[in-house]
């Protein structure tokens, strides 16, 4: 299985942004859990949000109401926009996706996303 992410870039403090990620390969039963992760130097990855096959969100607190999580389950594709960025959400995202009967986690090649004050 590949995640094939897209849509980092440079935006300016108060600017938006929309991540996609795209899976593809060997998906016999489905794609579960889809979702995106950040990473900064000298920090551990973590969750900014996630989305089920069957609707569910979950969002960090520090995105909740600014990122909106959503997914194209025919496309098995997994979006993130994100409105009133700053600095602090600097960081390289990571697409994530968790297949049907499966505990494997895999992860996208990261995206990185810059925000200027």
């Known amino acids: 299985v590949q995640l094939q992410a897209s849509g980092g870039g440079l935006v300016q403090a108060g600017g938006s942004l929309r991540l996609s990620c795209a899976a593809s390969?060997?998906?016999?039963?489905?794609?579960?859990?889809m979702g995106w992760y950040r990473q900064t130097p000298g920090k551990q990855r973590e969750l900014v949000a996630s989305?089920?096959?069957?609707?569910?969100?979950n969002y960090a607190d520090f995105v909740k109401g600014r990122f909106t999580i959503s997914r194209d389950n025919a496309k098995n594709t997994v979006y993130l926009q994100m409105d009133s960025l700053k600095p602090g959400d600097t960081a390289v995202y990571y697409c994530?996706?968790?297949?049907?009967?499966?505990?494997?986690?895999?992860w996208g090649q990261g995206t990185l996303v810059t925000v200027s004050s």
């Open positions: 989305s089920t096959s069957v609707g569910g969100r």
């Open positions: 994530n996706a968790r297949l049907f009967r499966s505990v494997i986690d895999y």
């Open positions: 390969g060997s998906i016999m039963f489905g794609v579960n859990v």
